[in-house]
């Protein structure tokens, strides 16, 4: 048995400050962390627990959010204002795990969750570059049913498997960040970082850097917001597609459009191509198709997952579609 010290870190700054310790870790409701560690997938020699950090969930001055990292994700799914103003977002964590993952994981953690792909949890029998860089990946060659269309690299085709993370990408939310040589911010869709010669490298973070607090700017007025996931089966499973969108329609005219995808890329996927062939557009199931081929053009199938780009385009058409009766 490999000994792991504990410690509770008071707040952010001494978080920080506690994991300068070599191979340390930081701990919120280990929804994911002690997965990783029953599986000797992650093997770290200290452990900070960060869930004394802020769970406030505050309303700004220019009516945007704060969401605090240490806020669990039911509190997230159930408040008022998210609800009423960020549907998407609540639709998105609550088709992300079953009641009791909601009640335990918080926002900075599922922000950080790392894949669910089969061959990386297999630390005994599976070779795996986020594992162990340059040993391969037997997922390219392998049962890859589940795994990345878009961003994949000969090194990874690992995906995120986050749905609330789809949905902060969707609403362009801002990360908070403290580490050792201060504060900064970095917008959602850059934090995640596609694999290409290094996916042992997942973020952008710098080494012992925190997550504080995640802030979501407010929405143009009239704007619809929705979330669709497609899996196997009806609950806790991950997604073999998902959709987050934001879409306003004046006079029959798309004015804002805002698409993220889940269950088809290594990080929440933006779908900058696709927003680009909305804006302007008339709000119809043919711009609709339009935007979604255009996203999926470079997509590039495994063996066993060429389903997923019909998949995608279809559930693209059919949410913007929902979201365009809601608009009218």
């Not at 498997?161 to 403290?178: T, Y």
Request: with cysteine; glycine share 10%; hydrophobic share 45%.
């Amino acid at each position: 048995m490999r000994p792991i010290t504990y410690t509770r870190a008071a707040d952010a700054a001494d978080a920080v400050r506690l994991r300068e310790t070599p191979q340390a870790a930081y701990l919120g409701g280990g929804t994911n962390l002690v997965d990783l560690l029953r599986r000797s997938v992650d093997t770290p020699a200290a452990l900070v627990d960060v869930t004394g950090l802020s769970a406030l969930i505050e309303r700004l001055p220019d009516g945007g959010l704060m969401i605090g990292a240490a806020a669990r994700n039911t509190a997230v799914a159930e408040h008022r204002a998210v609800r009423e103003r960020y549907p998407v977002l609540s639709r998105a964590i609550l088709a992300g795990a079953s009641a009791q993952i909601r009640n335990m994981a918080t926002v900075g953690g599922n922000i950080l969750q790392r894949t669910r792909c089969p061959y990386f949890f297999d630390a005994e029998g599976a070779r795996c570059n986020k594992r162990h860089p340059g040993e391969g990946c037997d997922a390219i060659d392998g049962a890859n049913r589940d795994h990345a269309v878009l961003g994949a690299s000969p090194a990874c085709v690992a995906v995120n498997p986050s749905d609330m993370n789809v949905a902060l990408a969707a609403l362009d939310a801002v990360v908070h960040l403290r580490g050792s040589r201060g504060t900064r911010t970095l917008p959602l869709t850059g934090l995640h970082r596609l694999p290409g010669d290094h996916p042992e490298i997942e973020t952008e973070l710098e080494p012992g850097e925190l997550i504080t607090a995640v802030e979501l700017p407010p929405l143009p007025p009239g704007v619809a917001s929705g979330y669709r996931k497609v899996r196997d089966r009806a609950s806790y499973a991950f997604a073999l597609v998902s959709v987050a969108a934001v879409l306003g329609v004046r006079d029959g005219v798309i004015t804002t459009a805002r698409l993220a995808l889940g269950g088809v890329a290594p990080k929440p996927w933006r779908a900058r191509r696709a927003e680009d062939v909305l804006l302007g557009a008339s709000a119809g199931p043919e711009a609709f198709r339009a935007a979604a081929e255009a996203e999926l053009a470079d997509a590039v199938p495994l063996r066993h997952n060429a389903f997923k780009i019909e998949l995608a385009k279809r559930t693209i058409t059919a949410v913007l579609g929902d979201l365009a009766g809601e608009t009218s």
